[in-house]
């Protein structure tokens, strides 16, 4: 429990234990004698129920979450502290009211599990109606000689000594009832253990609310599971029928299938896309006149520096507090921070848009040589020495290729991903050698050209080789990828081109990507 949760309690349970005399409230009602308050000098009460045991019996209830266990603890905790040998608790269900759980001293708690209430066979249904409609509190000393049960079936029955019946109210809403019952001894529920009672039906009205929630959120994610697990089971077997079917289709039908399947997805991201590049380029084109203005700012702060060298007390005090040198620094890193992320955000943005929209670039015929070269030029800061990595080598071996009937912007876009992965794969390699990309390109036959990019980088494994190529699949860290890079790549030469993307890698040994494209 909460330290600010238990020094509120003790401080509660305090005032209520250093009263010697102790009265009800107008909502309490008391039958047969005057109940007598017990003085905390030195009486048993005192002495079993003193501020730890409260304390202890408030954090348990607090503490526990799950619907049946608070029942058990509910039960077992009143028991111990109210003096009873029998206690029930009723809730509503429906229209109805029913025995959730039931508890006698001595032995462990049943929860009942929603139990009608029998006609009276284990609670006193008048006396039970009666707290329900007046949400009154009532105590009897002694049912047997009280007048308004005189004719209820389980009073004749069982004929109890003193009985408790208490609502449990959550703001100002009925979410249960408490009854407790003495078999042996006339007025138990002194007006001391109805004090701290009221303190514990508190508690209890929080944790039940609490709890019920809990076991509907359970119930929810259960039957959610349940439904996932069969809608899965589902898919696979339709996915089963569907490759078996797919084998006996031509390699034509089988690529309809899949340009389909692209389809799909990229409305998927198509929206996605739309509803970030508003948010991004308004955010975007603010860097930057809020850096011309922060540059400004500090172009100002640096003038007064050198006209006004001895500020008054106040500015210098200020200035200490703030920080204003380190201020002045951080605060342009943080400009160039937000550039840097900003161009991140539109980098996958614009890696959407080029996944969902693949037809809005214009066929014509192009120099493949000069779109692997604007690609290199792009990537120029990548491939230079810096902290991470020594400078990658760059060794282009072209062929004579005649020019290319083909889309230019969306073939430069597989470029644009192949080499970045070459790059990331060149970093994370062995510092020992010398970081290599090795770019062919050749003409075979007149009919189609190949375009092979090779790094010797950390290679991958079978099981990554034979995904790469799926959307959203991705080996890097949280942030670092889409995951839509070479499943976009794929797509351009396979499904716009009528050609072949293919890759040979094993660790260790770098990866080679080989495109061919028809002439």
Known sequence: MPL?????????????????????????????????SSTFGNTSFSEALDLASILKAV????????????????????LEIAGADKCALLMPKGSCWVIEALSQLGQPAIILRSLPDDNGQTVPVALINRVKNTLTLTVIENAVVEPTLAADPYILRHSPKSILCAPILNQGKLIGILYLENNLTVGVFTSDRL?????????VAISLENAQLYHKLDNYSHTLEQKVEERTQEITEKATQLELTLEKLYSAQAQLIQSEKMSGLGQLVAGIAHEINNPINFISGNLEPASEYVASLIELNNLYKQLYPQPLPEIAEKIAEIELEFLVED????????????KRICQIVLSLRNFSRLDESEIKPVDIHSGIDSTLLILQHRLQNNSKHPEIAVIQKYGQLPLVNCYASALNQVFMN?????????????????PTIIIQTESKEQKKVIIRIADNGVGMSESVK?????????????????????????SIVVEKHGGQLSCISAPGEGTEFIIEIPV
């Open 418 to 434: 192949i080499i970045n992965n070459a790059i990331d794969a060149l970093e994370e390699s062995d510092k020992s050698r010398q």
């Open 331 to 342: 605060l342009q890193k943080l400009l160039s921070s937000m550039r840097v992320g900003a």
């Open 4 to 36: 600010v949760a238990r020094t509120f309690y003790l401080r509660l349970l305090v005032a209520i234990l250093q009263k010697q005399q102790l009265s009800f409230t107008p909502t309490e009602t008391i039958s047969s004698h005057t109940l007598q």
């Open 59 to 78: 954090q348990s209830l607090s503490s526990e979450i799950e619907l049946e266990k608070l029942l058990s603890t509910v039960l077992q905790v009143i």
């Open 466 to 490: 034979n995904n790469i190529f799926n959307p959203f699949f991705t080996t890097k860290s949280v942030g670092s990828g889409t995951g839509l890079g070479l499943s976009t790549s794929y």
């Open 195 to 203: 004090q701290v009672l009221k303190l514990l039906t508190t508690q």
